[in-house]
């Protein structure tokens, strides 16, 4: 499998639409961290309107050759993000705990993925996102130091850090539906 750096340039735009993210170094202040807190609180709006008037059959479009569908990103979200809402109450209730990994891909294979309608898994996340943004909007500056350590990557990351990646990543997926419409001529989202 090609990685994004030897990649055509086409195909890395579509599967990197808004490009890789960036863990940040330095701690984040209070005011980057609630922007990124209400990224996550708009996640599930956005994505709705990304889906809004989508068919059956755009549903089962892969958002680039070789990627997965509207459906398999949908339903990939709310798994996604529940993994890493469980991860950050472990890292505020244990000592840098090691998380579990888990395979997104044969996740997306699985049978639920092609028969649960689409408005259980926004309604999922919508329920989701609320519990984790009241949890992240009570965090102290300590408490956002605290870490998690990843076997697969062999990193620690504090969840000031993880709050970056999980923002990013709502809008990385959001995003592959959009271009994906506006390639498509399927309209453009939120209009």
Request: aromatic share 10%; net charge negative; hydrophobic share 35%.
């Amino acid at each position: 499998m090609p990685t994004p750096e030897t990649q055509a340039p086409a195909e890395q735009d579509l599967r990197y639409p808004i490009g890789h993210y960036q863990l940040p170094e330095q701690p984040l202040t209070e005011e980057e961290r609630h922007g990124y807190i209400q990224q996550l609180m708009a996640l599930p709006t956005e994505l709705r309107m990304a889906l809004d008037g989508l068919s059956g059959e755009q549903f089962d479009t892969p958002y680039r050759p070789g990627g997965w569908t509207v459906r398999q990103v949908l339903h990939h979200l709310p798994d996604s993000h529940v993994n890493s809402y469980t991860r950050f109450r472990l890292a505020l209730t244990e000592d840098n705990p090691t998380i579990r990994p888990y395979n997104e891909a044969a996740w997306a294979q699985l049978p639920d993925v092609t028969i649960v309608p689409p408005d259980v898994s926004l309604i999922l996340l919508d329920a989701l996102h609320a519990r984790w943004v009241v949890l992240l909007s009570q965090l102290t500056d300590e408490q956002w130091l605290r870490t998690w350590y990843h076997p697969e990557s062999e990193q620690t990351i504090r969840l000031d850090q993880a709050l970056v990646m999980y923002a990013w990543h709502g809008r990385h997926h959001v995003a592959h539906i959009t271009s994906l419409r506006k390639r498509m001529g399927w309209g453009v989202f939120g209009q």
